[in-house]
């Protein structure tokens, strides 16, 4: 099957009808909770994050507070999310930089997000989308999964889905996109075995045809 651009809008609108707009699943209550979390769920789920910040954010939820921890504090309050040694080390050296650069808050634009330790393109993404109010797509790994077997974008590396899915999604729905397309993947388009006979979007998938 030949993906058209009109059959990439027919998925699209079937993911709106589907899905609507769609809040992230982390928990947080500030940017600075939100970029913690983002952080931590790298190769984690948000399930696993969620409880680990339910138990840290109370007490630890600023940069001077966490930078109180120390290391060795930090990589016990997180070492349930997993690389939590690299991920304490990266979240110190941030919260060193809000504090010393930015009085403590997350910075607004992406330039300046992906600066920051721990924060890549598609953690400052979601920053901006979600706190910002900014159109980006975030390309994680089920956003990579679903766009190249839906064929809404077929790409290597994740800047190339993340260029290609910003060609076939109208801008307006690009952060609403992300969230689709992730959902889709956890709980439908799943990696190992994908629930093909329960996905809204059979008829139209080439993945299903190729056997992936």
């Excluded at 651009?5 to 707009?21: A, C, N, S």
């Excluded at 009085?103 to 393109?121: A, I």
């Excluded at 800047?159 to 992300?178: D, M, T």
């Excluded at 006979?197 to 998938?205: E, P, R």
Aim: glycine share 6%; with cysteine.
């Amino acid at each position: 099957m030949k993906v058209t651009k009109q059959i990439k809008q027919e998925m699209l609108q079937r993911f709106q009808d589907q899905y609507g707009i769609m809040k992230p699943a982390l928990h947080y209550t500030s940017p600075f909770e939100l970029m913690i979390a983002v952080i931590l769920s790298a190769q984690c789920t948000d399930e696993r994050v969620n409880k680990v910040t339910a138990e840290m954010f109370p007490a630890y939820n600023t940069p001077e507070k966490i930078l109180t921890l120390g290391l060795e504090g930090l990589e016990e309050k997180i070492r349930t999310c997993g690389l939590y040694h690299s991920k304490a080390k990266n979240i110190l050296a941030n919260c060193a930089i809000l504090c010393e650069q930015y009085h403590g808050e997350v910075p607004h634009t992406f330039d300046e997000l992906v600066k920051l330790p721990g924060v890549g393109r598609k953690t400052a993404n979601v920053l901006v989308s979600i706190l910002y109010d900014t159109p980006a797509i975030a390309v994680d790994t089920h956003v990579f999964r679903v766009a190249n077997r839906l064929q809404l974008d077929i790409g290597s590396t994740p800047l190339e889905v993340e260029k290609g899915l910003q060609r076939a999604i109208p801008k307006e729905w690009w952060s609403r996109a992300h969230h689709w397309l992730i959902w889709h993947g956890r709980r439908v388009c799943k990696a190992r075995k994908p629930l093909c006979d329960q996905c809204f979007l059979q008829d139209l998938c080439p993945g299903k045809e190729q056997g992936k």
